[in-house]
């Protein structure tokens, strides 16, 4: 991708009442790369990810987009007007742990919907789009079904082709395999290695230490609210040396290995 | 003894009354839902003093019977100087009655969506209009269908009350039956196969447009 953007977070504070969910998070992710967010549950790693794309308002702090503010005119400025936010999370796609395809559309209508709504193309344009895209997470032959008769995978795929029919620079991805039975997280990991083969700049969510130590470039580990770390796959997942991160690993494998 | 003919020369006279019974009902769910509509936009409103008013109305109108309202409505249009026929007062009372029960309804037929649907629609960037007339209320509405039926269904019933003003309808028109045949029970029987009629239909329409807008 020529065009994918970078994120730059800096010092970014977030409070849902007296909890502080977000403690001044700096966090650079290079455009064309894949970033990974791991932590344990409740450590903030959703409500960084959602901040991104300004769907969590941030308290201070900043999160510039190809060097663009995102929510705000200035730092500790007045809130962005919501077209100029509008468009700005036009070239942000979001995938959630839940797909949250809406359910009275069919695969194409769900794909086709930002296209014609927000992209604002003639019909024909729009589902020849949709449909490209539900070609490319192989769902071609799915497109007339409703979410209600797709596996979650499908789901899943569906959700992905909703947000690269936009055309985005960047994607953020929210544990979107965790709702999965285990038989489905491969396709749906394996239509993300291939967006992150083509150089997009994705940022992920996940507990698939298998996607973060082989298509990650980078990989923080958040804690309580606080990045603790932000290195190589290698460094944090088989070397680390912060002993949250060691511990998080220890339960992680103990819950994975019998 | 009960009498066959009795019962079923009730029918011709009360069938005739049922126009009026589905005039106030039928009236009164398309008032109401427009209504409805309204007091339910300024129950969500990001406005304090419209959702205060949406408050007030819904349960001024929920905690008040119908039948006092009617009453209320009845005598009170005279004394702010506005005459209209009984059964206008009646539709409209019977209309902003329903209107309280069904932007609850629609309330929580919204409320009931998952936040995720509304995310990801912001998310792709849609604006506020698109977000509401393509993703929340196509599904409220679908949603809602069930209630709005089971709604019309007590509306039905319920419009039996207009009779206290003076509107011929099955009910009164019972009465009056009733009163010169001297065969009450023939005649309410009848009355009551009407009303389940009516409603059995309602009941099927339910049925058969929430198996038509299911997804
Ligand atoms: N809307 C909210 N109101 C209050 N507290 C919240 C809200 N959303 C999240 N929190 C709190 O903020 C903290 C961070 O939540 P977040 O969802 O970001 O964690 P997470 O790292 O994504 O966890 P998980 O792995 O379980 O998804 C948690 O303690 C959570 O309880
Ligand atoms: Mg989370």
Redesign the pocket.
């Given at each position: 991708m020529a065009d994918a953007s970078s994120v730059e977070i800096r010092g970014v504070d977030k409070f849902?009442g007296s909890?502080q969910?977000l403690s001044a998070i700096d966090l650079s992710v290079p455009p064309g790369k894949v970033t990974c967010l791991i932590?344990p549950?409740?450590?903030?790693?959703?409500?960084l990810l959602r901040c991104i794309n300004f769907l969590e308002v941030y308290d201070s702090g900043e999160i510039r987009i190809d060097g663009r503010m995102i929510g705000y005119d200035a730092p500790g400025g007045r809130r962005m007007s919501g077209g100029a936010l509008r468009r700005m999370r036009q070239s942000i796609g979001m995938v959630f742990q839940q797909f949250n395809l809406w359910p009275h559309m069919t695969a194409r209508e769900n794909v086709a919907e930002g296209l014609l709504r927000v992209r604002r193309l003639r019909r024909a344009e729009a589902m020849a789009r949709a449909e490209a895209a539900l070609e490319k997470v192989g769902l071609g032959d799915r497109m007339d079904n409703h979410p209600a008769r797709l596996s979650g995978g499908q789901q899943q795929r569906v959700a992905i082709a909703r947000a690269i029919a936009m055309e985005p620079r960047l994607m953020l991805f929210d544990?979107p395999t965790s709702a999965l039975d285990p038989e489905l997280v491969g396709e749906v990991l394996g239509v993300m290695k291939t967006l992150a083969g083509e150089g997009m700049t994705m940022v992920v969510?996940t507990h698939e230490m298998g996607f973060a130590a082989h298509v990650a470039d980078r990989v923080a580990f958040?804690d309580r609210g606080e990045l603790v770390a932000v290195d190589t796959p290698e460094a944090i997942l088989t070397r680390p040396e912060d002993p949250r991160i060691q511990s998080f690993l220890r339960t992680f494998h103990e819950r994975n290995s019998f | 003894m009960f009498s066959i003919q009795a019962f079923l020369d009730s029918f011709g006279p009360l069938l005739w009354a049922a126009r009026y019974t589905l005039l106030v009902s039928g009236l009164g769910i398309a008032l109401g839902l427009v209504l409805g509509a309204l007091v339910c936009a300024a129950a969500l409103s990001r406005w304090r003093a419209a959702r205060f008013v949406a408050a007030l109305w819904v349960s001024f109108l929920r905690g008040v019977p119908l039948l006092v309202q009617l009453l209320l409505m009845y005598y009170l249009l005279p004394v702010i100087g506005i005459n209209v026929p009984a059964i206008v007062a009646a539709v409209v009372t019977v209309g902003i009655c329903a209107s309280a029960y069904i932007s609850e309804i629609w309330r929580g037929a919204i409320g009931a969506l998952p936040p995720g649907q509304s995310e990801a629609a912001v998310a792709v960037g849609m604006n506020n209009r698109d977000l509401w007339t393509r993703i929340i209320l196509p599904q409220a509405v679908v949603m809602s269908l069930p209630a709005l039926v089971n709604e019309l269904i007590l509306l039905v019933k319920a419009s039996s009350l207009v009779s206290l003003v003076g509107i011929m309808e099955v009910t009164r028109a019972s009465q009056a039956q009733a009163a010169t045949t001297f065969r009450p029970l023939e005649v309410y029987i009848a009355a009551a196969c009407i009303y389940l009629l009516i409603n059995l239909c309602l009941a099927g329409l339910g049925r058969y447009l929430e198996h038509r807008m299911a997804v």
């Open positions: 849902y909890f969910a932590g549950s409740g450590s903030g790693k959703s409500t544990e969510v958040m | -």
